[in-house]
């Protein structure tokens, strides 16, 4: 339970690029194709006659531009609130809400039957679960997602980014990161209208995915600096609502 937990905290750092309050389809884990939800896709009014009309092609991006039009909107997240929705390797699906601050601040509270909380105080990040009140220890510069919780992002010069892809709906950039017992792939989406993370999935060395949606976020609200706090010496008195 915990490294399923554990690596689903990972995953969630990246919530802290997305500003968009709607829910996101969410892409199939590799190894439960058929359990999947399906959120609704977005429906946007057809643009009038006169409209369309006038509209002049635009050059595209090229990757590097893209890039950087991600790594900016990144860097300009500061705080964020919100509910997620994940998909672990077995379809299952967990909810909860999360608590954002750069520098390195996080906080994911699970919703029943799920009894983890996820904390990450800018050094480490704790996976506590609340019945038992014990908790596992990480170092928060071992994520998979360290560099997203930074105040500057800059993906082409502190990620190795493999990939660069677009559509009609999506900014698509895999991410990848060699580990000793192998390789973390991180893959983001982004509105390739207006460069928002929609969501993104986690493939650990082993090949099994992690899929995360968000929404209902407000980047204005600044959450209490005491739900980012850790006890490290006593998990009996860890901060829990």
Do not use: H
Not at 89 to 99: A, K, L, W
Not at 132 to 146: G, K, V
Request: charged share 25%; net charge positive.
């Amino acid at each position: 339970m915990f490294k399923a937990a554990t690596t689903i905290a990972f995953a969630l750092l990246v919530t802290i690029a997305c500003a968009a309050a709607q829910m996101v389809p969410v892409p199939r884990p590799a190894t439960a194709r058929d359990t999947a939800p399906k959120p609704p896709s977005v429906q946007r009014p057809a643009p009038s006659a006169a409209v369309a009309t006038a509209e002049i092609p635009q050059r595209p991006l090229s990757q590097e531009a893209m890039v950087e039009r991600v790594s900016t909107y990144l860097s300009g997240m500061k705080t964020l609130v919100g509910d997620f929705v994940q998909v672990g390797p077995d379809g299952r699906r967990t909810e909860g809400q999360f608590y954002v601050q750069k520098p390195g601040k996080v906080r994911f509270e699970y919703l029943p039957p799920s009894r983890v909380d996820v904390i990450a105080d800018g050094q480490s990040v704790v996976v506590r679960d609340r019945m038992r009140a014990t908790q596992d220890l990480y170092p928060l510069s071992q994520t998979p997602l360290r560099f997203l919780v930074a105040d500057r992002v800059d993906l082409a010069r502190d990620t190795n980014l493999v990939s660069v892809a677009t559509d009609e709906q999506f900014v698509t950039l895999v991410i990848e990161e060699r580990q000793v017992v192998g390789t973390n792939r991180l893959i983001l989406k982004f509105g390739a209208k207006d460069f928002k993370l929609r969501q993104w999935t986690v493939t650990d060395p082993q090949g099994y995915d992690t899929t995360v949606a968000v929404y209902n976020l407000d980047t204005s609200r600044k959450p209490d600096p005491a739900l980012f706090a850790i006890n490290y010496e006593n998990p009996d008195l860890q901060n829990s609502r």
